[in-house]
């Protein structure tokens, strides 16, 4: 029972650690905030670079170019990715939204807004006996297109809901610098390190989930600074995560039910389940830090608020990835 129970506990250890970055700036909100002993305007900065250039390098450059043909599957998870999620969000908001906050009823937007995980889909694909190479290429694509099309959908919805909206121009611009130039630095260096970058995947990937952790516990310590979670209350914490799941229920099967527009074979409908469905928090938390940043931190938009239906989507996508998983290994065969 006691090996049981740490097995779970080890494969939830980034959840949990979000979890303690949550507890730990309720505790400590000071030492998070902007100005305060960790310098968070500047860290927090240099931990999106780090992140990226860490995905850079963790990226396969050759398997990803091999796997670029399959231009209708990788087509239809691009559509349901940054289409179809937001679509479907604005009309899910139109039935809940007025049951939420403004700043948790933004991030509801900002989650569809976001391109899907490249680790998670691409092992769920493939211990469900998926077309891993399909998924590697769409994930890898969808984090790209990202940069430029979650902050295109987030300054639309924004500047619709709030004047404090950020440019569009703005935005991409400090996506360009603090997430692709990054990213393309990591990708050009790979070669040169390759060996050593395919040695060091637990490695990267514990750098990586520490720096979204930061992330996250700064823009918690803003937050709580400002007394919005007073105002606000546990009921709505609860309320955001039935509602992230609903929306994950009624996602997941549309793009479930509408795979075959992707591919007629099961492997690659696998794919493109995982790839169209499954939302970043490895890009999310990092691209929030860039593109709320100058949103006061006391007001409807603070990004704790924001990211808070992300922090619910990922550990609930990835229990609902692998309750299924073992169904979609069998119908593959």
């Not at 700036?25 to 900065?45: N, R």
């Not at 211990?127 to 998924?135: L, Q, V, Y």
């Not at 995560?241 to 994950?248: E, K, Q, R, W, Y």
């Not at 997941?252 to 690659?268: A, D, N, Q, R, T």
Request: glycine share 8%; net charge positive.
């Amino acid at each position: 029972m006691a090996n049981k129970i740490s097995k779970v506990l080890q494969s939830q250890s980034f959840t949990l650690a979000l979890l303690g970055a949550v507890l730990a700036a309720i505790l400590f909100p000071e030492l998070g905030v902007k100005g305060g002993p960790l310098q968070t305007q500047i860290t927090t900065k240099i931990a999106v670079a780090l992140t990226f250039v860490i995905q850079g390098l963790s990226l396969p450059t050759r398997q990803i170019a091999a796997s670029a043909t399959k231009l209708r599957l990788h087509a239809f998870c691009q559509v349901s990715i940054f289409l179809v999620a937001p679509l479907l969000m604005l009309g899910y908001m139109t039935v809940v939204g007025g049951l939420l906050h403004p700043g948790i009823e933004a991030g509801f937007f900002y989650l569809a807004a976001l391109p899907t995980t490249i680790s998670s889909a691409i092992v769920m694909t493939s211990n469900s006996e998926g077309d891993s190479s399909s998924a590697l290429f769409s994930t890898t694509l969808a984090n790209v297109l990202g940069i430029f099309a979650t902050p295109l959908l987030c300054s639309i919805f924004l500047s619709a809901s709030s004047e404090d909206g950020p440019q569009l121009s703005t935005l991409i611009g400090k996506l360009s610098m603090l997430v692709l130039a990054p990213l393309v630095l990591g990708q050009l260096i790979r070669p040169l390190v390759r060996d050593w970058a395919k040695a060091s995947k637990k490695l990267f990937k514990r750098l990586s989930n520490s720096f979204i952790v930061f992330i996250v516990f700064a823009a918690f310590c803003q937050s709580v600074s400002s007394g919005i979670w007073g105002q606000i209350g546990l009921a709505a914490v609860l309320l955001t995560l039935v509602l992230t799941l609903v929306f994950l229920f009624l996602f997941s099967s549309v793009v479930w039910f509408s795979s075959p527009l992707g591919s007629s074979e099961k492997p690659e409908r696998i794919a493109a389940f995982f790839c169209g469905s499954q939302k970043t928090l490895a890009s999310g938390v990092p691209m929030a830090s860039i593109l709320f940043a100058s949103l006061p931190a006391d007001g409807n938009m603070a990004i704790g608020l924001m990211i808070l239906p992300l922090m619910c989507y990922h550990p609930l996508q990835l229990f609902l990835a692998g309750a299924i998983s073992p169904y979609f290994a069998k119908i593959a065969k």
